[in-house]
């Protein structure tokens, strides 16, 4: 396929390299900043030190912060497949009444911008005493997750034949075997899949978390921007550590997600998943 | 409560007005059949009339919704699928993607807690059976459609079921596979001494597999016989359209004598044969169109009519011609015609048979 | 064969079963729709329930007055009321931009080729800089004395360095960057599912690639579009902490998550907070059916592409 020849092309394709450029020049100001001693107003500073990564990483108690962060992503994953799983199943093998309705349900934490049942939600969460905590901060997260995984594992179910469900029963599996046997191992890909874009969601997620974390329960996100926040306390380049640190990992696992998720993929997907 | 399924026979299957209904759309209409055991039943209808249906209540994949199935006098349609101790093959197989060949076929035997030994020889020599040896360890993405066909024959008959289903196991064949695995299908059958239901839409791959067809439309049953009682004595005017009866003449009876009756069809009259008292006053001649020949002279049940089309098939030409009311006549004759003759063609009445229109 | 240890008896002819539990799997309903539960009591208790009760907090306002006091408030005072104007003057060109910027480029990246995979991976690497990177690497690399400013000094385009942050563009350029590898990766993906062959039989009738692009792949793409539209929108609409960090708070980016968040927890007034975050709901469920009626016009069937 050509991909450069039109004048069209050319001036797409200019587009793109003038937003890639100054793309890298955006990280690379920041990952620049974050190493140099000091750099005001001139074109490169005037000293490179790792320092700034070592105060971070004790002012702002960065391993504390990167282990509540680990156990909030891993037990939101884990959480939003065993209940959204179930439901993309019954989703996507039967017809009923009130289907539209249910599915209007899951849809609508989706389309809603977080603040807007963030806010009653921790309203909700300080009334029961469960805002501040790291359970709480789970469960907003859940929130919009479990219907992620809801709304992408039901095309995923769908293009799975049930006639091989109905085959293993013809072959004398009962329901455990035809979910342990059968389903499960056709299921791994879109689990996987959903996971991953779960965990890469949940990291960078900052207006739920923000609403209900306190101290102690706070994510990465949230204590970078607290430390932006409070940008006068705290040198410039230390709040840069940090947001460098963040993208690196937030990098690992978009890399991570892009072996298991075909990007173009995302909405209609392989018919057969490979033996 | 379980039912053995090893080395099965049964002496008969009753399914007893067995119904199926979606909403408020019936599928399946009291449907009464009782299969022998070693018997080969086909299922015949065009596409939609209820065939899957009727298969997978038989399997127990889908609940009934009225009447009952009796094995030898006891009830299984209370049973779930895996209990029943029957086979499948799918359309289109249902194959399980994620395992091999060995692995697809074994997964019955193991489901049953079949011993390694055992599981292992009775896959090999199943998979002999269908010629699939030096495939057994690829997945199904990688065979062709007819080496998927035959896993997923091995893969229903390695449990030595009672009754093996299959569900236009050939559609998705091309012409000359489809001979092939016909007679494949057939000799197993025979060899393995099994029971078989088999649904189809073609009615002479029914002709050919079956000791019974049931003839289906729209969830009704219209004619339950022997391949030549059907071929030869078609129920009724939908079953004779079925069974290659493709001239339907509009007629008016003029006269009933027995199963003799006589029809008029514009001028002429032809003779014909009812085999139920016809009532009606309109009626259709039904013919095929390798039973009409071509006439020399004017003679009882001849009509005259334009050629139109002809087509070679080698031997044979098929040939559509007009007759004077402007009803096309369909015909396989040796004799060389071409476009634009006027040709006096002969339906012998013994092979002429006469339905009431609403039959 | 073995006799089962208890067969059910033989019903006689005329006999049913009662069939409650037959009637209703006819209908669909089953043991599988168990599997529902935890999911739909999930989304009742943790979405619905805390909807519905922020919805009657908002009726109950702190400083008294009628229900709709909260309401008649947030209408009443300018400073509150523009920010929804304030919210949508930056949402929807962020979103549009994101959404038209998408179509070409996606358009020119369908079919394989070499390095697609790479190409597409630097394009939604955005996604992993998160708001806050965006925040600090505008500040300091469109800030007066950043990069790009002394790279327009240094070409002649300008003499004076150029204020792209600490206002509405600061906030724009970081919805778009945060939006766009977004709405590119679901442009991608429903433009992958169109069959190409569709395109070949439009050129084997003679139209031109202008022309296959208006009268075939537009109009097949366009439900996704919509799709697309809306969640980059969702997104876009619920901008806020770059409108902190690189907008002007209290001015021309004050946006409504802000005096939402402001008024709940600054002010702990929740029944405010609550309105307004209703108001915020109410304004998104608008765009959303806007843009969902515009695509029930369209033909919404098969694509014919590989899956
Ligand atoms: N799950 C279903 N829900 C609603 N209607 C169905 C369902 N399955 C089959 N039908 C209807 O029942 C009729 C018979 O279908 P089927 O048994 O699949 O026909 P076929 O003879 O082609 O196998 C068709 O009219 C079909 O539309
Ligand atoms: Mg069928």
Redesign the pocket.
């Given at each position: 396929m050509r991909l450069v020849g039109s004048p069209g092309a050319w001036l797409v394709w200019g587009a793109v390299a003038f937003f890639l450029v100054n793309l890298f020049g955006l990280v690379l100001a920041v990952v620049v900043n974050s190493f140099s001693v000091q750099w005001f107003g001139t074109w490169w500073p005037n000293g490179l030190t790792t320092d700034y990564y070592a105060s971070a990483w004790q002012d702002l108690g960065l391993l504390d912060v990167l282990v509540v962060t680990g156990q909030v992503a891993l037990a939101v994953v884990a959480l939003s497949v065993l209940i959204g799983v179930p439901t993309a199943y019954a989703l996507a093998r039967r017809n009923f009444p009130g289907k539209r309705l249910v599915t209007v349900l899951f849809l609508l934490p989706i389309l809603l911008p977080p603040m807007t049942y963030g806010i009653p939600l921790a309203t909700v969460l300080y009334k029961f005493d469960l805002a501040g905590s790291v359970a709480g901060v789970i469960v907003a997260n859940l929130v919009p997750s479990v219907p992620f995984v809801v709304l992408t594992m039901t095309p995923f179910i769908e293009q799975i034949d049930p006639r091989i469900e109905a085959a293993a029963r013809m072959c004398g599996a009962r329901t455990l075997s035809v979910f342990t046997r059968v389903l499960a191992p056709l299921l791994v890909p879109g689990i996987l899949a959903a996971s991953i874009l779960v965990l890469v969601r949940t990291v960078g997620m900052f207006e739920l978390t923000f609403l209900t974390a306190g101290p102690g329960s706070q994510t990465l996100v949230v204590s970078l921007y607290e430390s932006m926040f409070s940008a006068g306390i705290r040198a410039q380049q230390a709040v840069d550590a940090v947001a460098v640190i963040y993208t690196g990992s937030m990098l690992v696992l978009l890399v991570i997600a892009l072996r298991f998720v075909n990007p173009t993929q995302l909405v209609t997907r392989l018919k057969e998943p490979a033996p | 409560m379980s039912v053995s399924t090893e080395g099965g026979a049964f002496a008969e299957l009753r399914l007893d007005r067995v119904r199926r209904a979606?909403?408020e759309?019936v599928?399946?209409r009291d449907l009464e059949l009782t299969i022998k055991g070693g018997e080969f039943v086909a299922l015949l209808?065009p596409?939609?009339?209820?065939?899957?249906?009727?298969l997978n209540c038989l399997a127990g994949l889908l609940p009934l919704s009225g009447g009952q199935i009796l094995m030898d006098g006891r009830r299984i349609d209370t049973l779930p699928p895996e209990k029943r101790g029957f086979g499948m093959v799918f359309q289109n197989y249902a194959l399980f993607p994620h395992m091999s060949v060995r692995r697809n076929v074994a997964f019955g035997l193991a489901m049953r807690g079949v011993a390694r030994a055992e599981r292992i020889r009775r896959v090999d020599e199943v998979l002999r059976l269908v010629q699939l040896t030096e495939h057994a360890d690829k997945f199904p993405a990688q065979l062709s459609g007819g080496q998927q066909q035959r896993v997923a024959i091995a893969r229903a008959i390695v449990l030595e079921p009672w009754l093996v289903l299959m569900?236009e196991p050939l559609s998705n064949l091309d012409a000359s596979l489809r001979l092939e695995m016909r007679n494949e299908i057939r000799r197993l059958h025979q060899s393995l001494g099994l029971t078989t239901v088999y649904?189809t839409?073609d009615q002479e791959e029914a002709l050919a597999l079956a000791d019974r067809l049931v003839v289906?439309r729209d969830?009704v049953v219209q004619q339950v016989g022997s391949p030549e009682q059907v071929y030869a004595h078609p129920a009724n005017r939908y079953v004779a359209g079925f069974m290659g009866y493709r001239n339907m003449i509009p007629a008016t009876v003029s006269e009933v004598d027995g199963d003799l009756v006589a029809v008029d069809v514009g001028e002429v009259t032809l003779r014909g044969i009812s085999r139920d008292r016809i009532t009606e006053n309109s009626a259709v001649a039904a013919i095929r169109p390798s039973d009409v020949s071509v006439a020399d002279r004017e003679g009882e049940n001849t009509l005259r009519g334009q050629v139109e089309i002809v087509e070679y098939h080698g031997r044979e030409q098929a040939v559509q011609a007009r007759l004077p009311g402007g009803v096309p006549l369909h015909v396989r004759t040796r004799s060389r015609l071409a476009p634009g003759d006027s040709v006096l063609f002969h339906l012998p009445p013994e092979r002429l048979l006469v339905f009431g229109e609403h039959s | 064969m073995t006799a089962p240890t208890t067969a059910p008896p033989v019903s006689p002819p005329g006999e049913r079963p009662p069939g409650i539990a037959h009637r209703l799997a006819e209908r669909g309903i089953d043991r599988v729709l168990l599997l529902l539960v935890p999911g739909v009591v999930f989304v009742v208790v943790l979405f619905a329930y805390p909807v519905l009760y922020g919805l009657q907090l908002s009726f109950q306002p702190e400083e008294g007055g009628g229900p709709f006091a909260n309401y008649e408030r947030f209408f009443g005072d300018p400073y509150l009321r523009d920010t929804i104007w304030i919210t949508l003057r930056l949402a929807v060109p962020a979103a549009l931009f994101n959404v038209l910027a998408s179509i070409p480029i996606a358009y020119r990246m369908r079919g394989a080729f070499r390095g697609k995979r790479v190409l597409t991976t630097i394009l939604v690497v955005p996604i992993t800089l998160g708001t806050v990177l965006t925040a600090q690497g505008l500040i300091s690399y469109l800030g007066p004395a950043g990069w790009f400013n002394k790279i327009l000094i240094g070409i002649g385009l300008t003499d004076e360095p150029v204020r792209l942050v600490n206002n509405y563009w600061g906030v724009l350029f970081s919805l778009i960057i945060t939006g766009f590898p977004f709405a590119f990766l679901l442009t991608l993906s429903y433009l992958s599912g169109i069959d190409p062959t569709l395109e070949q039989a439009a050129a084997t009738l003679g139209a031109d690639r202008r022309r296959r692009f208006r009268h075939i792949t537009f109009p097949l793409l366009a439900p996704g579009l919509a799709i697309t539209f809306c969640l980059t929108f969702v997104l876009a609409f619920s901008v806020f902490p770059s409108a902190y960090l690189v907008g002007l708070p209290q001015g021309e980016t004050r946006v409504i998550s802000i005096v939402a968040y402001e008024s709940a927890f600054r002010d702990t007034d929740y029944p405010l907070g609550s309105a307004i975050a209703m108001v915020m709901a109410l304004v998104m469920l608008v765009v959303v059916g806007l843009v969902l009626v515009w695509r029930s016009t369209m033909y919404r069937g098969a694509t014919g592409g590989k899956g």
């Open positions: - | 979606f909403g759309h599928a399946l209808g596409s939609g009339c209820g065939k899957s249906t009727a569900d649904v839409h289906l969830g | -």
